[in-house]
């Protein structure tokens, strides 16, 4: 049973990943952004060098055993299996996560894969997200937010017919944290203990993440902070009308409104 978490970035799926993590049975590490393998298999330019690196240094497995694991696999799938059951046994878990954004992206290839899977879809309000991502210095213009938003949504409506879909508010995470929580490990099969809300602001994983890719993720960073409602309605404060507008206006053209609309709505 591998849970799937993804969003948008900028969204909370790296806090329902944490929360995931608190139960004893579940491995929830770092993302693998196991996808980017594709390229690997299409023969294109792709660094293995700079992903066994940070596999090894996120996961503790020798570089060796990661270059079998990829030059024994298939696809990109095989070799995001094969490594995360090595880690079960290493760390002795039962079960799995992976939380890369895009995961939503590939939600129909995951299904097929591992037919037991589960997928949590984290949404989050996008003008909370859009600010996010100026502040962090993402993306800046609405332009390129909603290319990139759209990537993501535009899987939903096909996922959402999946029993084995689960769409969580961060909204609700942070509003009503034991209700939301729960139902995501009721979803996932996993028993649920109130311990499990807890928030460890812990600042391990954003020393181990800039020490070994040089970049300063604000993400973890805030992840190793308690945890408040002051990121709900940042997009309302800062953005302006005209950035406010001209998002909706792009999302209109992507055919979204709906998914944009049940993001927002929380």
């Given amino acids: 049973m591998p849970v799937f978490i993804g969003g948008m970035f900028k969204s909370g799926t790296s806090l329902a990943r944490k929360y995931i993590g608190n139960h004893p ?24 060098n700079f992903k066994v690196n940070v596999w090894s240094s996120f996961f503790k497995i020798d570089k060796e055993i990661i270059e079998n694991i990829i030059q024994e696999s298939k696809c990109s799938e095989e070799i995001l299996d094969k490594l995360m059951n090595l880690i079960l046994k290493k760390y002795n878990f039962n079960y799995w996560s992976d939380k890369s954004p895009p995961n939503i992206s590939f939600g129909d290839r995951i299904l097929k894969y591992w037919k037991d899977s589960k997928i949590i879809h984290i949404i989050r309000d996008p003008l909370d997200v859009f600010s996010s991502c100026k502040q962090a210095k993402k993306w800046n213009e609405p332009e390129l937010f909603v290319e990139k938003w759209s990537k993501i949504f535009k899987h939903t409506k ?28 009721t979803f996932c099969g996993l028993d649920w203990d109130n311990n499990y809300s807890k928030h460890s602001q812990d600042k391990s994983e954003y020393s181990l993440v800039k020490e070994i890719t040089g970049k300063d993720s604000t993400t973890l960073k805030r992840l190793s902070e308690p945890i408040t409602k002051d ?31 049940n993001a927002s709505n929380y």
């Fill in 25 to 48: 049975e579940i491995f929830s590490g770092l993302e693998t952004n196991w996808f980017e393998f594709d390229k690997y298999f299409e023969g294109t330019n792709f660094d293995i």
């Fill in 158 to 185: 096909q996922l959402s017919k999946s029993k084995n879909y689960l769409e969580i508010h961060y909204e609700h995470i942070i509003l009503d944290k034991i209700n939301s929580l729960e139902k995501m490990f």
């Fill in 231 to 261: 990121r709900i309605g940042i997009g309302k404060k800062f953005l302006s009308t005209k950035e406010k507008d001209k998002i909706r206006e792009l999302v209109i053209k992507k055919d979204l409104l709906v998914e944009y609309n």
